[in-house]
């Protein structure tokens, strides 16, 4: 079972700053530092194996070929899972994360999961990843 806490942001960025590699989310991270046991590797695991990638704070995971696309500044935008990472399809770019992948098109810090980032649905329609969550 997940709880929700809230923490400041410098409390947050000290427990990234934390970090060692293969820990994706903040549960991996202070489940080593407070030493309360192993944390569950499945999510990560995917990722490692490129069959896709599982987004470290949302859980959802993205298979391998996963495209996803948005608009900003009446251009469209696409990005494709591959190897584990997100390929930006115009640049051919690679990303560890969506976050970063939209970072590098749009100017500031926006939420990746606010409804901008769209996928087709297997009916063909134009569905949200926020849904995905």
């Given at each position: 079972m997940n709880r929700t806490i809230s923490v400041s942001t410098a409390v947050f960025a000290a427990i990234w700053a934390q970090r060692q590699a293969g820990e994706d989310t903040e549960d991996a991270i202070l489940?080593?530092?407070?030493?309360?046991?192993?944390?569950?590797?499945?999510?990560?695991?995917?990722?490692?194996k490129g069959k896709?990638?599982?987004?470290?704070?949302?859980?959802v995971h993205f298979a391998?070929?996963?495209?996803?696309?948005r608009n900003y500044k009446r251009k469209q935008y696409k990005g494709?899972?591959?190897?584990?990472?997100?390929v930006r399809?115009?640049?051919?770019?690679?990303?560890?994360?969506?976050?970063?992948l939209n970072q590098s098109i749009v100017d500031g810090n926006e939420n990746v999961w606010n409804g901008n980032?769209?996928?087709?649905?297997?009916?063909?329609?134009?569905r949200s990843i926020s849904e995905l969550r």
């Open positions: 489940s080593r530092v407070l030493k309360c046991g192993e944390t569950d590797a499945k999510p990560s695991e995917p990722a490692q896709g990638l599982t987004d470290g704070r949302s859980g391998e070929g996963f495209e996803v696309f494709v899972v591959e190897g584990s990472q997100w399809l115009d640049t051919g770019e690679r990303f560890p994360t969506l976050n970063q980032w769209k996928f087709l649905g297997s009916d063909g329609t134009q």
